[in-house]
Nanobody, 114 residues
Framework: VQLQASGGGLVHAGGSMRLSCAAS????????MGWYRQAPGKQRELVAV???????NYAGFLKGRFTISRDNAKNTVDLQMVSLDFEDTAVYYC?????????WGQGTLVTVSS
């Protein structure tokens, strides 16, 4: 499975941004997909994941600011982010786990500025 992330860049604090991850295969066959992030000097952490049956799991620190969605027609998983804060600055990685093996995208940098 190959994952191609897009949509990162520079955004002002309080602004919004949408990330998209395109998979090389039908995502209807990928049970778990989502996003992780890694801030400078920190470990990679879960942001949000979504399952084929509609289940979602969000990191507690998000406080409802991010929304994950899957589009089976486009084979993409998107992350809509609002009310971005400086602490959201990180490289965001797309993640897919069809079965036991996990796959990672190349990462896209999100920088939140003043």
């Amino acid at each position: 499975v190959q994952l191609q992330a897009s949509g990162g860049g520079l955004v002002h604090a309080g602004g919004s941004m949408r990330l998209s991850c395109a998979a090389s295969i039908s995502i209807s066959s990928i049970y778990l997909m989502g996003w992780y992030r890694q801030a400078p000097g920190k470990q990679r952490e879960l942001v949000a994941v979504a399952t084929t049956d509609g289940g979602t799991n969000y990191a507690g620190f998000l406080k409802g600011r991010f929304t994950i969605s899957r589009d089976n027609a486009k084979n993409t998983v998107d992350l809509q982010m609002v009310s971005l804060d400086f602490e959201d600055t990180a490289v965001y990685y797309c993640y897919a786990r069809p079965f036991a093996t996990a796959y990672w995208g190349q990462g896209t940098l999100v920088t939140v500025s003043s």
